[in-house]
Nanobody, 123 residues
């Protein structure tokens, strides 16, 4: 499977962005999908994940209530709607596939990483 993340950009604090991650290759609807982010000088951290059906989601505490993960299996795409953005949300955002069909909360549980899309939030 190949993943292509897009939708990043520069936004002011309090603004919104929607990231997309388009998948190609194997059967997308079988996958757990996750979003991670990595700020300069920091480790990659979990942001959100969604089950294959979309019925189960999980969020990092720092984004809960502000970000929403969703998916459209007909379009083989997973989305990350980001509202009320803060400067500390600035990072490169990556999407990836959950190993074994499970929602994991660490990067080690994911594979087939996309190339990342940069989100910059100005204060």
């Amino acid at each position: 499977v190949q993943l292509q993340a897009s939708g990043g950009g520069l936004v002011q604090a309090g603004g919104s962005l929607t990231l997309s991650c388009a998948a190609s290759g194997r059967t997308f609807s079988n996958y757990v999908m996750g979003w991670f982010r990595q700020a300069p000088g920091k480790e990659r951290e979990f942001v959100a994940a969604i089950s294959w059906s979309g019925g189960t989601t999980n969020y990092a505490g720092s984004v809960k209530g502000r970000f929403t993960i969703s998916r459209d299996n007909t379009k083989t795409t997973v989305y990350l709607q980001m509202n009320s953005l803060k400067p500390e949300d600035t990072a490169v955002y990556y999407c990836a596939v959950g190993v074994g069909g499970r929602i994991w909360l660490s990067a080690g549980g994911y594979e087939h990483w996309g190339q990342g899309t940069l989100v910059t939030v100005s204060s």
